[in-house]
């Protein structure tokens, strides 16, 4: 139950695009179509974004998509915003248990 | 409005035993698998346990196994969690999330609701 690896910061500018890796394993991302993302903004509860790789849920804005290549997944922000700045996680089954990435911070300068 | 909320936070001794509650309102708890994750201040989350809608599976991560038990009383919409043994590193905000799907008996991560967390501290 190693975690994912997530860069640790990503920045970018008002209405720039940015894409946050998340790396697993063969035992985890690489094997299933079970991640999902959150984005936590400072004292408040983490939000859900994306499940099952791709999908969003009701009310999410299409600003923000979800994609898998073999072990690593990745979230897309376009049209950055300033109240995208936050902390987001990566997650994915991992079969009898589940596995956060460390998360990374999105500044938005 | 779908609710979750935490409480039984406090501040224990290593070795010391505490049990947290979360009680949900706004939908029927027994008809989703539910997960407590944890973070310690200034910290990444940590996926703890996860438990289907009907009692039938139970999941931990390996840094709680045997010392952690999830269980649930769907008939007062209630989630909760036994912690045994503390440590230290246990120290962190623990949070009662949802899953989003109806019943399904794969605990999968998908946390569409999350409580606002209660703190627990192990310190002598």
């Known amino acids: 139950q190693s975690a994912l690896t997530q860069p640790a910061s990503v920045s970018g500018s008002p209405g720039q695009s940015i894409t946050i890796s998340c790396t697993g394993t063969?035992?985890?991302?690489?094997?299933?179509?079970?991640v999902s993302w959150y984005q936590q903004h400072p004292d408040k509860a983490p939000k859900l974004l994306i499940y099952?790789?791709?999908n969003r849920p009701s009310g999410i804005s299409n600003r923000f998509s979800g994609s898998k290549s073999g072990n690593t997944a990745s979230l897309t922000i376009s049209g950055l915003q300033a109240g995208d700045e936050a902390d987001y996680y990566c997650?994915?089954?991992?079969?009898?248990?589940?596995?956060f990435g460390g998360g990374t911070k999105l500044t938005v300068l | 409005e779908v609710q979750l909320v935490e409480s039984g936070g406090d501040l224990v001794q290593p070795g010391g035993s505490l049990r947290l509650s979360c009680a949900a309102s706004?939908?029927?708890?027994?008809?989703?698998?539910m997960h407590w994750v944890r973070q310690p201040p200034g910290k990444g989350l940590e996926w703890i346990s996860a438990?289907?809608?009907?009692?039938?599976?139970?999941d931990y991560a390996d840094s709680v196994k045997g010392r952690f038990t999830i269980s649930r009383d769907n008939a007062k919409n209630s989630l909760y969690l036994q912690m045994n043994s503390l440590r230290p590193e246990d120290t962190a905000f623990y949070y009662c999330?949802?899953?989003?799907?109806?019943?399904?008996?794969?605990?999968?991560?998908?946390?569409?609701?999350w409580g606002q967390g209660t703190m627990v501290t192990v310190s002598s």
């Open positions: 999330t949802k899953d989003m799907r109806l019943m399904w008996e794969i605990l999968v991560p998908v946390f569409d609701v």
């Open positions: 706004g939908f029927n708890l027994g008809d989703y698998a």
């Open positions: 438990i289907t809608w009907n009692s039938g599976t139970t």
């Open positions: 063969s035992s985890d991302l690489g094997t299933y179509n079970y």
């Open positions: 099952d790789v791709s």
């Open positions: 997650c994915s089954y991992a079969s009898s248990s589940s596995v």
